[in-house]
């Protein structure tokens, strides 16, 4: 008897086990098939790889830039390999899926059309040895592939989105196969002087050595010379009271460290009657001004990196995601509007407050200081200078 209900407890134990298992490990595992089958694809084991680029949209503001290498969190990149590896899309490091960025925004910049590239998981069946892409995205290519934007963006933050995907030949690179970038810097016009404005950016045409409109890194930067395509500045389609929004549209093969951002405060001098257009070509000869007078950038806020452009590449989405994600970008939209609308009204609702001037004020009227030229002013320490100073700290002892 005692026999026979040793065995009982032992088969009892087994089943406890084997049910123990299959409630919380197969059960977890199956959850997990189902919610990746829900997201576009199957088993893991089963997938190839494909060389793709992603084009990608953020609002900057609250990332401290895009490359996750900021050392301060969130950033976007952070956010992006986050969704990557949750959607089981990636297989290892950056520098196995060789991974490549075209631009590397910095905090509160924003982009509507920043592209990156790396290997993915795919349904695709691609013969070996087969590295060709000849920009045209075939059926047979798309037909049956991982719906990559719709993966992502269903577990992306909402200041995030993937725009588009398109395969990509193996020599690709998001930095080095980029003929030219876009950035756009928003601003209002008041009572800034355009046509100065515009005369002193059309100085920046061509290639010019950049030095003096740059954050310069002279540990790693040792060819400031870059070349501008184009430099427009416009009206956008919104305005406020009697004030109109405009932009300044920018196209470059490259750009510097905080490039945009210092061309746009020396134009933004210029607009405001505090320096000449001719201050750009005294900036642009280095030999005559070897070393940048110090001022400050301008905002990052309202800087967007509108596109990045590629020969043949051509990007592409599901018509369902396509409208999934124009609805969510309305959404979006409708939010800051609605957020911007409670503002005003505070506005107007401020017109009713009386003014007492029986009251006294501890604030202490700043003094107005007075416009130093930018030609007068102390200087940042120059490239030559910043290079022996690092070549010297190289050569010290350890």
């Not at 895009?66 to 050392?71: D, K, T, V």
């Not at 290997?119 to 290519?141: A, D, Q, W």
């Not at 928003?186 to 046509?195: A, M, R, S």
Request: hydrophobic residues 35%; glycine residues 6%; proline residues 4%.
């Amino acid at each position: 008897m005692d026999l026979v209900q040793s065995e009982l407890e032992t088969l009892r134990s087994r089943i406890k086990i084997k049910e123990k298992n299959n409630g919380v490990l197969d059960g977890c595992h199956g959850k997990k098939k189902n919610k990746l089958r829900d997201l576009g694809y199957g088993t893991m084991m089963h997938h190839s790889k494909r060389y793709v680029a992603l084009k990608v949209m953020y609002f900057g503001p609250r990332f401290y830039g895009f490359a996750s290498e900021a050392q301060m969190d969130p950033t976007v990149e952070g956010e992006l390999f986050k969704a990557l590896e949750r959607t089981r899309l990636i297989f290892g490091d950056k520098k196995v899926l060789q991974y490549s960025r075209c631009g590397r925004t910095d905090k509160g910049v924003s982009s509507v059309g920043q592209v990156i590239a790396m290997f993915l998981r795919s349904n695709h069946r691609e013969p070996r040895g087969h590295n060709k892409y000849s920009g045209e995205i075939s059926v047979e290519e798309s037909c049956g592939e991982i719906d990559y934007v719709r993966v992502l963006n269903r577990v992306l933050p909402n200041d995030i989105r993937i725009m588009g995907w398109s395969p990509i030949p193996a020599d690709f690179s998001a930095r080095f196969s980029c003929l030219n970038r876009v950035y756009k810097y928003f601003f209002w016009l008041g009572n800034l002087n355009i046509t100065a404005m515009e005369t002193a950016a059309a100085k920046f045409l061509g290639e010019h050595d950049f030095r003096n409109f740059c954050k310069m890194d002279a540990g790693n930067v040792h060819n400031y010379r870059r070349h501008i395509i184009s430099f427009e500045i416009l009206p956008f389609n919104e305005s406020y009271k009697a004030d109109q929004l405009m932009i300044m549209k920018i196209k470059g093969s490259a750009f510097l460290w905080h490039q945009i951002r210092c061309m746009v405060a020396i134009l933004f001098l210029i607009g405001q009657g505090f320096e000449s257009p001719n201050v750009i070509d005294a900036l642009l000869d280095v030999e005559r001004t070897p070393r940048k007078p110090q001022f400050p950038m301008a905002p990052e806020i309202p800087l967007v990196l509108q596109s990045c452009e590629f020969e043949g590449l051509k990007f592409i989405c599901s018509s369902d995601t396509k409208q999934a994600l124009n609805e969510h970008l309305e959404r979006e939209c409708r939010s800051y509007k609605l957020q911007s609308a409670i503002f005003h009204e505070a506005l107007l609702n401020s017109s009713c407050i009386e003014i007492d001037n029986n009251i006294s004020s501890d604030h202490i009227k700043k003094k107005e200081t007075s416009h130093i030229p930018l030609l007068s002013r102390p200087t940042e320490p120059s490239y030559e200078e910043r290079r022996k100073k690092l070549d010297a700290g190289a050569g010290m002892p350890r």
